[in-house]
């Protein structure tokens, strides 16, 4: 079964530095995959995805992504960070849509 | 309006009490999941459906059941509640039209359950 890694539980930056969130996978063939953004106490909101093509997606609010599939990862980028990015972010994976699987997430802290 | 609908927003059940998870969607998705999420531990799939009449079980799916008799609803039963079932439960649903429309999921906004 695939699964998914995002290697940093918390980071901190500072309002306007430039930002990036990990996430690798384990999967056979290239899957479905997702970035995901909670605020405190609210559901899920889909940033951006990526299935086949260009390798750099972009999404909502400013965030980009990159597949890397000899890396194997998914990496979130946004090049300016804004207080109201602050929040827990999802990477998720799947062979298929029912089957999805999301890593442990990153809470991001934004410092003024 | 259209998006995914949970009920209750909050319960509290004791030990081995059974109940059910309602969700029901009204963008006649295909696709239906539910998760749980537990702090530290991000969401985790319980079971899910890729149709009418077709569910499949995810990570953790002991102690839970689900049914998919139509499109819209996907409800999830707890068969006898445990302390370890306290958590907060999304369910999302999702469709593909074809491979360049694929979305994501539309989740629900969620089910704070406490077992004592």
């Known amino acids: 079964a695939q699964s998914v890694t995002q290697p940093d539980i918390h980071i901190t930056v500072s309002e306007g530095a430039s930002l990036e969130l990990r996430c690798n996978y384990s999967?056979?063939?290239?899957?479905?995959l997702f970035w995901y953004v909670q605020s405190p106490g609210q559901g899920l909101q889909l940033l951006l995805k990526y299935f086949s093509g260009d390798t750099l997606v972009q999404g909502i609010k400013g965030f980009e992504a990159e597949f890397k599939r000899s890396q194997s990862s998914f990496n979130l980028r946004k090049p300016s960070v804004h207080w109201s990015d602050a929040a827990e972010y999802f990477c998720?994976?799947?062979?298929?849509?029912?089957?999805?699987?999301f890593g442990a997430g990153t809470r991001l802290t934004v410092k003024p | 309006n259209a998006g995914v609908t949970q009920t209750p927003k909050f319960q509290v059940l004791k030990t081995g009490q059974s109940m059910t998870l309602q969700c029901a969607q009204d963008m006649n998705h295909e696709y239906m999941s539910w998760y749980r999420q537990d702090p530290g531990m991000g969401l985790r799939l319980i079971h899910y459906s890729v149709g009418a009449g077709i569910t499949d079980q995810g990570e953790v799916p002991n102690g839970y059941n689900v049914s998919r008799s139509t499109t819209e609803d996907f409800p999830l039963r707890l068969l006898s509640a445990a302390p370890s079932q306290t958590s907060v439960y999304f369910c999302a649903s999702s469709y593909i039209s074809t491979a360049a429309s694929i979305r994501g999921y539309t989740f629900g906004s969620g089910t704070r359950l406490t077992v004592v």
């Open positions: 998720a994976v799947g062979a298929s849509l029912g089957d999805m699987r």
């Open positions: 999967y056979g063939a290239t899957p479905y």
